[in-house]
């Protein structure tokens, strides 16, 4: 029992310290544009086997209205949210990314105050077992019959 408690303690200072890394700025973390879409433009061109000289320009357009979305929302979006969704550090970060996951997480977040029990769990198929703070305590896959 005395194990279980430290990896708890250690799990709750780890979520606290990423949560007051987010927060101490008080900014969107800035991502490099052009070496990302850089990256993606070679990716794309790698895997059809052709040039696509719109690739790079479409990538810093989509961005950059995704960063100005992020921003305008910045001081509304919860702490659990940025802490879920913005990971700088990953390999290749997205502003377009990490905007897809806060709209999801909102949406929902929105979908279960409206309808708590709209469907029966058990015709739900997978079921997906939810913690409020919208991870997964489990899925339940589907038999077939």
Request: hydrophobic share 40%; proline share 5%; net charge positive.
């Amino acid at each position: 029992m005395h194990v279980r408690s430290r990896i708890i303690i250690a799990g709750a200072v780890v979520l606290i310290a990423a949560s007051a890394a987010l927060a101490k700025d008080g900014v969107l973390p800035k991502i490099d544009l052009e070496k990302q879409c850089q990256k993606t433009q070679n990716a794309t061109d790698a895997l059809t086997g052709q040039k696509n000289p719109d690739a790079f320009d479409l990538c810093v357009k989509n961005e950059q209205r995704a960063r100005e979305k992020l921003i305008e929302r910045w001081a509304t979006i919860p702490a659990s949210d940025k802490a879920s969704c913005i990971h700088s550090t990953d390999w290749s970060p997205s502003y377009l990314e990490w905007l897809e996951c806060i709209d999801t997480r909102v949406y929902v977040q929105t979908m279960r105050k409206e309808h708590p029990t709209s469907m029966p769990a058990s015709k739900l198929c997978p079921t997906v077992n939810w913690k409020t703070d919208g991870s997964i305590i489990n899925v339940i896959a589907c038999q077939l019959r």
